[in-house]
């Protein structure tokens, strides 16, 4: 970044090489078939977003929540002007900053396709597309509290306490920040930092008809698949701008590797355009010819997977994040993906009861502790279902418009089209509700001691859909 100083970042990328490389070659005469290939560098110039959010940070800003406040005085007592930048006692803190070693994200693009040409008017092309994203943005909560143990022991940094138990209420105690919330990516205090990276692979096959004859065609095929431990701001993360949340363990820079919150497996495009044959009687006549001449039709098609969704429980994690965390669930015992969407109860998409609350009882060992850390109250730890583990329905979509044109002279015409998005009138699914704490409000049951799902509420069910009913349109256009 110019003009910034080296107190404010650390890191000053002065590598940044951005080569370009690329080859076509056509190995025989009649020039019918060509292999193409490239390999590039390529750096993000991020947006300032992320760093005009520190804006509203501590000391600049001050975010706090005040639970059960009086509705005569709502708010709480600043500290006098001349005390800056001294914050409100008693108040966790909340707010976003950045990774002061921040560095310059950038992405390795590679591909290699083969185009044949089968006829004069008929090209087929086969590639394979990949790229590998690092020092990709993320944002991390870097205030996630640590397990204690008598063999390792936490000592506060404020009060010089010894803590060696673990409770969801000592969960601010054993934080390494004091006085700011000890929540998960998704909330409390976090940092951007560009620890995040992916990787993606696809074969894309396509098969092109050309204009003339009246005929234009393209269909094409994409098989891929899209890896990170981020995804950026997506409405499954609940993140803004460029960065992203996670939800696993703040500390493990893999907790959350997983298919992109956007990955499609599959992903199928047919988009035609046609000029209409003009009817033999229609020569006859004038009318005929300003009636029957000049149609034109198009439509596009579409087919693909649908996207993934991460299940999340906002009671789960309570011994890293206290008694506010939002963690993942566990599987329970013999669940795996493939159960998950197997015997499923009427009105559900996944079966929620493959999913229980990572309950721990007072006196067992934390599993995410690794044999470690022992709990001295009932709480939930971080479950061991992974990021994206289940996906969303398929999409179908079927769009269709009919042109007819009026000439008027040689650069003029008037132009009259229908068009009708969604022709079939396709309902497509939105994803299910994925957190598993959405069994209560709905009528659900959550046994506390065992986690298990007696009653599944709206955990697992579809209430949305993704796409508008069948619209529509007309339009009168006049080109000159």
């Known amino acids: 970044m110019p003009n910034v100083s080296k107190r404010v970042l650390h890191s000053v990328d002065a590598n940044n090489f951005a080569p370009r490389v690329g080859f076509a070659y056509s190995p025989f005469d009649s020039g019918r078939l060509t292999l193409r290939g490239g ?10 977003v992320s ?24 708010f709480f007592p600043l500290p006098a002007q001349e005390q800056f930048p001294a914050l409100v006692q008693g108040f966790p803190r909340f707010g976003s900053t950045f990774d002061r ?17 089968l006829t004069r008017e008929m090209l087929w092309e086969t590639a394979y597309v990949g790229t590998r994203g690092l020092n990709l943005l993320r944002q991390v909560a870097i205030n996630q509290a640590r397990l204690a143990s008598l063999q390792r022991p936490i000592v506060n940094a404020v009060t010089g306490a010894i803590i060696t138990t673990n409770t969801p209420n000592n969960a ?63 409405a499954n993360t609940g993140a803004a701008s460029e960065t992203g949340g996670i939800l696993g363990d703040q500390t493990d820079n893999r907790a959350n590797r997983g298919v992109s919150d956007f990955d499609r497996t599959h992903r199928f495009v047919l988009s035609f355009l046609c000029d209409l044959p003009r009817p033999a009687f229609a020569r006859r006549s004038t009318v005929g010819r300003w009636l029957f001449t000049n149609w034109q039709m198009s439509g596009i098609v579409t087919a693909m997977s649908g996207v993934p969704f991460d ?3 906002s009671g789960a994690g309570t011994f890293y994040y206290g008694p506010g965390g939002v963690a993942r669930p566990n599987w329970v015992a013999g669940a795996t993906r493939e159960t998950a969407m197997s015997n499923v109860p009427p009105g559900y998409f996944f079966n929620p009861f493959a999913f229980a609350r990572p309950t721990v009882q007072a006196g067992q060992l934390i599993p995410s502790s690794n044999g470690t850390a022992t709990a001295a109250a009932n709480g939930t730890d971080l479950g061991n279902v992974g990021r994206n583990v289940l996906r969303g329905p398929r999409q ?8 007819k044109r009026f ?6 015409s008037v132009e009259f089209r229908a068009e009708v998005f969604n022709l079939l009138n396709q309902v497509n699914f939105a994803n299910p509700i994925s957190n598993l704490n959405a069994v209560a409000p709905s009528g659900g049951r959550i046994d506390q001691n065992t986690g298990q799902i007696t009653i599944p509420g ?20 006049f080109n000159f």
Request: no cysteine.
């Open 396 to 403: 179908r979509n079927v769009d269709f418009s009919l042109s």
């Open 39 to 48: 390999y590039g560098i390529f750096h993000s110039r991020s947006t300032f």
């Open 51 to 74: 760093f005009n959010n520190t804006l509203f940070s501590p000391p600049f800003y001050l975010q706090t929540f005040s639970v059960n406040a009086p509705v005569e005085n709502p």
């Open 407 to 412: 000439p008027i002279d040689e650069s003029k």
């Open 311 to 313: 299940i999340v429980d």
């Open 458 to 477: 709206g955990f697992g069910r579809i209430i949305s859909t993704s796409n508008n009913p069948r619209i529509i349109q007309f339009a009168l256009k």
């Open 172 to 234: 601010q105690l054993r934080a390494p920040f004091q006085g700011v919330l000890p929540s998960n990516g998704l909330g409390g205090f976090f940092q951007d930092q560009s620890t995040a990276q992916s990787v993606y692979h696809s074969l894309q096959t396509s098969l092109t008809r050309r204009l003339p004859g009246g005929l234009q065609l393209l269909v094409s095929y994409t098989y891929a698949k899209s890896i990170d431990n981020a995804s950026g701001g997506s």
């Open 101 to 117: 070693n921040i560095r310059t994200p950038y992405v390795q693009q590679y591909n290699a396709s083969a185009q044949i040409l």
